[in-house]
């Protein structure tokens, strides 16, 4: 089936320095692949998106990287800060699914001041 | 303010209870969805709706039920038969279509005692 892997599991940082997450997916038709940070107890929010017809997407501090013949995408945060601190998910989903997305396991991402 | 309202925030179930978690949405999103979240985990599709009247069991849906009579409303059960119900439900929402930013809720933990 469908499936979406994340590593780290768990990332620690010190503040200022910067922060890479990776995910594979199996499904070869996906073409959406979002980006959650979720804090504790709350709701995941979506902090980028990209689309299978580009291969790389910056706002701010915040990069994801798309490499569709691998499969894989990345997630990139520089100059990180304590605010950072949450548990960061990859997610993906193909077209004829709309928001049916399959979520990697997440990542844990500590940034010590 | 528009957006996903999911309640309650805490919800105590007794063995054998039925229990039904709200979400409502003020967005005219068209498709909704619920997940679960267990401690370090991922989110796991349970249902999800494209239209009123209409839904889909997702990867995790047995013990649970899920009614659509409103756009704005897509309330789940958590039935007796599910046999670990101890988790964070998390409710989303989306226009719909390909690629369309995914908005979730505050979530609901729901506890067995």
């Known amino acids: 089936g469908e499936n979406v892997e994340q590593h780290p599991s768990t990332l620690s940082v010190q503040e200022g320095d910067s922060a890479v997450i990776k995910c594979t997916y199996s499904?070869?038709?996906?073409?959406?692949f979002p980006w959650y940070k979720q804090e504790l107890g709350k709701g995941p929010q979506l902090i980028i998106d990209i689309r299978s017809n580009v291969g790389e997407k910056k706002d701010q501090r915040i990069a994801v990287t798309l490499n569709k013949t691998a499969k894989h995408f990345s997630l990139h945060i520089t100059e990180t800060q304590p605010e950072d601190s949450a548990v960061y998910f990859c997610?993906?989903?193909?077209?004829?699914?709309?928001?049916?997305?399959?979520f990697g396991q997440g990542t844990e991402l500590s940034v010590k001041p | 303010d528009g957006g996903i309202t999911q309640s309650p925030k805490y919800l105590f179930r007794k063995e054998g209870q039925n229990v039904t978690l709200s979400c409502e949405q003020n967005l005219n999103h068209d498709a909704m969805y619920w997940y679960r979240q267990d401690p370090g985990q991922g989110l796991r599709l349970i249902y999800y709706?494209?239209?009123?009247?209409?839904?889909q069991k997702g990867d995790i849906a047995e013990g649970y039920s899920v009614s659509r009579e409103k756009k704005e409303s897509f309330p789940l059960t958590v039935t007796s038969a599910q046999k670990n119900p101890t988790a964070f439900y998390l409710c989303a929402s989306t226009t719909g279509g390909s690629g369309n930013t995914i908005y979730f809720g505050e979530g609901s933990w729901l506890t067995v005692v």
């Open positions: 709706s494209q239209i009123v009247n209409d839904f």
């Open positions: 499904d070869s038709a996906s073409n959406y």
């Open positions: 997610a993906a989903s193909r077209n004829n699914q709309g928001g049916k997305l399959i």
